[in-house]
T-cell receptor, first 115, second 115 residues
């Protein structure tokens, strides 16, 4: 089983619908992240969390919200999806020691299409 | 401001030939630099990092990277390319602006190794 699991792996939805992407990890890491990947733009940070009580906005948080339900779970929500949120979304984790050197562990991605 | 540039969207190399994937950076202070690889339909995987010390850093799968402070570059290299090296490669720099040690990714370079 993967250390960082994302569900769903693929989702097609319509404009205006609420969507939740879920991430769970078995690595025991404190820090969790949500990124989106767009062709030609690389990865951009949406939100990050240092622990269940610490949630922070990344560079492109508008239109998104997150919830850290437990140390192992970090979900990303799109309250009212729009077409330009069509992208590949990645969850990642790191622990305190590894965070100091930057190593992130990624899930396999959730491809979201908003029609 | 922190930034990384990957000037080539696509690099093609023949199997067995040396490969180079370029990255230049702009940071305030000492750079913390990273390379990640993304295979098709997979999440990103950590390859190597430069924090301090020797300018030549060795990483996974036979890859290495050379830190050049005067040229503000951190190019990824491998002496002999394999077809299995075909993937999307991302350079990243640690973002010290927020104090959160988050990674700021380049736009990626697609490497194709031709048999």
């Amino acid at each position: 089983d993967a250390d960082v699991t994302q569900t769903p792996r693929n989702r097609i939805t319509k404009t205006g619908k609420r969507i939740m992407l879920e991430c769970s990890q078995t690595k025991g890491h404190d820090r969790m992240y949500w990124y989106r990947q767009d062709p030609g733009l690389g990865l951009r940070l949406i939100y990050y969390s240092f622990d269940v009580k610490d949630i922070n906005k990344g560079e492109i948080s508008d239109g998104y919200s997150v919830s850290r339900q437990a140390q192992a779970k970090f979900s990303l929500s799109l309250e009212s999806a729009i077409p330009n949120q069509t992208a590949l979304y990645f969850c990642a984790t790191s622990d305190w020691g590894q965070a100091n050197t930057g190593e992130l562990f990624f899930g396999e991605g959730s491809r979201l299409t908003v029609l | 401001a922190q930034s990384v540039a990957q000037p080539e969207d696509q690099v093609n190399v023949a199997e067995g030939n040396p490969l180079t994937v370029k990255c230049t950076y702009s940071v305030s202070g000492n750079p913390y630099l990273f390379w990640y690889v993304q295979y098709p339909n997979r999440g990103l995987q950590f390859l190597l990092k430069y924090i301090t010390g020797d300018n030549l850093v060795k990483g996974s799968y036979g890859f290495e990277a050379e830190f050049n402070k005067s040229q503000t570059s951190f190019h990824l290299k491998k002496p002999s390319a394999l077809v299995s090296d075909s993937a999307l490669y991302f350079c990243a720099v640690r973002d010290i602006r927020t104090g959160a040690n988050n990674l700021f990714f380049g736009t990626g370079t697609r490497l194709t190794v031709i048999p």
